[in-house]
């Protein structure tokens, strides 16, 4: 089995950074992609970013110029580089994962990581 594990939330004044880490652990062989989505209270989770493994990118369009996405394919980790952040990006940030095989052969259609809170004041 998979396990995303998410690190780098935290509380940051409005027009700061934050750098999120999400990395896949277990006996995975590919990949195909991963990125990053939110969910405010009383709000629906929503996509803010993901990244293929052939490098393809997709962004909202509220968060575009502001967040970059990466990646680093050997180590199975994906990172939301988070700039002049607002106080209507505040949300649980969850890490997603999909097409993943396993070094068995097995595969999963898509995975969540637990979730890190970012919060942004104003």
């Known amino acids: 089995q998979v396990q995303l594990v998410e690190s780098g939330g935290g509380l940051v004044q409005a027009g700061g950074s934050l750098r999120l880490s999400c990395a896949a652990s277990?006996?995975?062989?590919?990949?195909?992609?991963m990125g990053w989505y939110r969910q405010a209270p009383g709000k629906q989770r929503e996509l803010v970013a993901t990244?293929?493994?052939?490098?393809?990118?997709n962004y909202r369009d509220s968060v575009k110029g502001r967040f970059t996405i990466s990646r680093d394919n050997a180590k199975n980790t994906v990172y939301l580089q988070m700039n002049v952040l607002k106080p209507e990006d505040t949300a649980v940030y969850y890490c997603?994962?999909?097409?993943?095989?396993?070094?068995?052969?097995?595969?999963?259609?898509?995975?969540w990581g637990q979730g890190t809170q970012v919060t942004v004041s104003s």
């Open positions: 277990g006996s995975i062989s590919s990949i195909y992609y």
């Open positions: 990244l293929t493994s052939g490098g393809v990118t």
């Open positions: 997603n994962a999909g097409g993943i095989t396993y070094s068995s052969g097995a595969y999963s259609n898509t995975i």
